[in-house]
């Protein structure tokens, strides 16, 4: 099976007011008038193959390109590509495994936000990989476990020295497990626990944890 894509998506931040940040010195700020309207576009074209080469087994590949157009930048573009495989040892029992290579761009927030916004922000390029198994036990109960890795050069989260949103290189390395029971055809429950170890490689402070992103 063949997918194609075709997506124009368009964003717009209108800021007008006045904002209290600009130093004045003794701890002191003064007021500026904020009067803005930006736009951004992301087009992209995408394409995904999913097929079974041998009985029992599934795969998937897929490829993205993207443009990123932003007033007083230069138009960035960007490949994104994909693939997962999924093997079904046992009956019941299913092995699968992905890698990717993602990009997020900023969001206007990120960029245009009168008191934190960064305009020449980076887009966040993530290389992930994560392998698990998908368990059904007697009575259609459903347990998953999954280990992933990302690599994240130019995560973006705000500054707490500068109070603006930022890049940084991050790592996540964790693993999620959950489980799922339908005792009822209208009734389906499900509970979940991950763990997740991050780090920060490159900020003023490296190596601390990153913000809003809970171990547990």
């Known amino acids: 099976t063949v997918a194609l894509a075709l997506i124009d998506k368009s964003e717009n931040a209108v800021s007008k007011?006045?904002?209290?940040?600009v130093k004045a010195g003794g701890g002191k700020f003064n007021f500026r008038n904020v009067d803005s309207n930006d736009t951004v576009d992301t087009l992209s074209a995408a394409i995904q193959y999913a097929f079974s080469p041998v009985s029992r087994v599934n795969a998937v590949?897929?490829?993205a390109h993207h443009w990123f157009i932003q007033r007083?930048?230069?138009?960035?573009?960007?490949?994104?590509?994909?693939?997962?495989?999924?093997?079904?040892?046992?009956?019941?029992?299913?092995?699968?495994?992905?890698?990717?290579?993602?990009?997020?761009?900023?969001?206007?927030?990120?960029?245009?936000d009168p008191t934190q916004g960064t305009?020449?922000?980076?887009?966040?390029?993530?290389?992930?990989?994560?392998?698990?198994?998908?368990?059904?036990?007697p009575g259609g109960s459903h347990v998953e476990l999954?280990?992933?890795?990302?690599?994240?050069n130019g995560f973006i989260q705000n500054d707490k020295i500068t109070s603006h949103y930022a890049n940084n290189n991050v790592l996540l390395r964790g693993v999620e497990v959950s489980y799922r029971v339908q005792p009822l055809d209208s009734l389906a429950l499900r509970?979940?626990?991950?763990?997740?170890?991050?780090?920060?490689?490159?900020?003023?402070?490296?190596?601390?944890?990153?913000?809003l992103r809970p171990e547990h």
């Open 17 to 21: 007011g006045r904002v209290r940040d």
């Open 61 to 63: 590949l897929g490829y």
């Open 72 to 112: 007083d930048m230069s138009t960035r573009d960007n490949d994104q590509a994909m693939g997962s495989v999924s093997y079904e040892i046992l009956d019941g029992l299913r092995l699968n495994a992905a890698v990717s290579q993602d990009v997020r761009y900023p969001s206007t927030q990120e960029l245009f």
């Open 119 to 137: 305009p020449n922000l980076d887009p966040e390029k993530s290389f992930n990989a994560q392998a698990g198994a998908d368990l059904t036990l």
């Open 146 to 152: 999954t280990g992933f890795r990302n690599k994240v």
């Open 191 to 211: 509970t979940a626990y991950s763990f997740l170890d991050s780090d920060i490689h490159s900020s003023v402070q490296p190596g601390g944890a990153i913000d």
